[in-house]
């Protein structure tokens, strides 16, 4: 076989070959199976009984899903689905790939990264579902649905960092700090806040449809609120 494109064998399909292959490699993804408690770090609990590379691809699904409890940087794709992946206290997620969270036609809330560590986009992150924040998150670059509008939800530390892009819903929490420098379109028929949700000098909000500040939150607004 000579392969000029791409063969990639999935989860659960198998490749078996006892001839010759050339050309380009077979992409084996990284499937969390799980099995051996939630942590990343403990490689049994990946289908090739290794931890993923940054290259990846990672893919996690139907499942309840790991804790990521280690610094790791994705520079190919992470793709989720009807799953929940938790940035632990002591774990850090970079992006500089493609993280794709959910898709549509699945129930609300049933694809969820939950940050309790670090978060760091300088990619695309695809939120098609719900976006959690307890910890510290910043988006450098492109916050976005490629199917359904998702939601960012935050308790923590979220900075939408100036030059960068957020499109979805929001709910802003009590004792959560949401500060936009950049451009962010709420979408979602339906946002609210009982944090603080920050509008700084240069910065754009785009309020398509609603924001109910709820008794508790504070909006202060020193850019262009639409």
């Known amino acids: 076989i000579h392969n000029t494109g791409t063969?990639?064998?999935?989860?659960?399909?198998?490749?078996?070959?006892?001839?010759?292959?050339?050309?380009?490699?077979?992409?084996?993804?990284?499937?969390?199976?799980?099995?051996?408690?939630?942590?990343?770090?403990?490689?049994?609990?990946?289908?090739?009984?290794?931890?993923?590379?940054?290259?990846?691809?990672?893919?996690?699904?139907?499942?309840?899903?790991?804790?990521?409890?280690?610094?790791?940087?994705?520079t190919g794709t992470l793709t989720m689905q009807l799953s929940t992946l938790v940035i632990g206290a002591t774990g850090a997620l970079t992006n500089e790939g493609t993280i794709t969270l959910g898709?549509?036609?699945?129930?609300?809330?049933?694809?969820?990264i939950r940050n309790e560590g670090t978060l760091v986009n300088n990619a695309t992150l695809n939120n098609n579902d719900l976006l959690v924040n307890h910890g510290t998150a910043t988006n450098n670059a492109t916050i976005e649905p490629s199917s359904v509008v998702g939601v960012v939800e935050n308790s923590g530390t979220f900075i939408n960092a100036a030059g960068a892009f957020l499109e979805g819903g929001l709910r802003g929490l009590t004792g959560g700090e949401f500060r936009n420098l950049g451009e962010v379109n709420l979408n979602r028929s339906t946002n609210s806040n009982t944090g603080l949700v920050t509008n700084h000098s240069g910065a754009t909000l785009n309020v398509n449809n609603a924001l109910a500040n709820d008794p508790g939150g504070r909006i202060e607004n020193d850019g262009a609120l639409n």
């Open 7 to 74: 063969i990639d064998v999935g989860c659960s399909a198998g490749f078996h070959n006892t001839g010759t292959l050339t050309g380009n490699p077979i992409l084996i993804p990284f499937c969390w199976v799980g099995g051996h408690g939630a942590l990343w770090s403990t490689t049994a609990n990946w289908n090739t009984n290794s931890l993923p590379t940054a290259a990846g691809p990672v893919i996690i699904k139907f499942t309840s899903g790991p804790t990521l409890d280690v610094a790791f940087t994705l």
């Open 103 to 112: 898709q549509g036609g699945q129930p609300p809330a049933s694809t969820v």
